[in-house]
T-cell receptor
Framework: ETGVTQTPRHLVMGMTNKKSLKCEQH?????MYWYKQSAKKPLELMFV???????ENNSVPSRFSPECPNSSHLFLHLHTLQPEDSALYLC???????????FGNGTRLTVT | GENVEQHPSTLSVQEGDSAVIKCTYS??????FPWYKQELGKRPQLIID?????GEKKDQRIAVTLNKTAKHFSLHITETQPEDSAVYFC??????????FGKGTSLLVTP
């Protein structure tokens, strides 16, 4: 049990599909994050939510749409993705301030 | 925004030797510097972190040093073991919420 649970672990979708990634944290944290990890690239920040409000949006295309209904849950809604969006999508949580991020196991996304 | 550079991208050492990974950052306001280890197919996990009011921190075989003037910090692993083989990421956080990561160092410890 990592404290941060992501589903599904693997997802294959066509370019015209709509799917959602889910993240749940059981650590009582008040900030949640989406990161994208591609081969040979650093972990790229996508979105940050603090106290359920989006506080950072790192120039992410609109085909990625985040949702944070409460401090324990975070979603990433996907639609009309491109093959280059294939990557590992990592969710993380932390307590606001200078505290470490705790990552989930990620969703391996393949866009065909 | 913060820019974190990490070197080397790959590092191969013999078991028992030391390994050093170096990172630089651009934003002088950065004040929190964690290191993560990611094994193949697994999530990144925090191994050690340091805050800007401290110059060095040690936890058993792992140590981190921070030079705020030069804006660089380093990870030191002593007496390396095969299970230390993984990708290591440095990161820095400024006054914002998010961590900005380096590109990672793939460490291979050969028996």
């Amino acid at each position: 049990e990592t404290g941060v649970t992501q589903t599904p672990r693997h997802l294959v979708m066509g370019m015209t599909n709509k799917k959602s990634l889910k993240c749940e944290q059981h650590l009582g944290h008040n900030a949640m994050y989406w990161y994208k990890q591609s081969a040979k690239k650093p972990l790229e920040l996508m979105f940050v939510y603090s106290l359920e409000e989006r506080v950072e949006n790192n120039s992410v295309p609109s085909r990625f749409s985040p949702e944070c209904p409460n401090s324990s849950h975070l979603f990433l809604h996907l639609h009309t993705l491109q093959p280059e969006d294939s990557a590992l999508y990592l969710c993380a949580s932390s307590q606001q301030g200078n505290s470490p991020l705790h990552f989930g196991n990620g969703t391996r996304l393949t866009v065909t | 925004g913060e820019n974190v550079e990490q070197h080397p991208s790959t590092l191969s050492v013999q078991e028992g030797d030391s390994a050093v990974i170096k990172c630089t950052y651009s934003d002088s306001a950065s004040n929190y510097f964690p290191w993560y280890k990611q094994e193949l197919g697994k999530r990144p996990q925090l191994i050690i972190d340091i805050r800007s009011n401290v110059g060095e921190k040690k936890d058993q075989r792992i140590a981190v040093t921070l030079n705020k003037t030069a804006k660089h910090f380093s990870l030191h692993i002593t007496e390396t073991q095969p299970e230390d083989s993984a990708v290591y990421f440095c990161a820095a956080r400024d006054s914002g919420y998010a961590l900005n990561f380096g590109k990672g160092t793939s460490l291979l410890v050969t028996p």
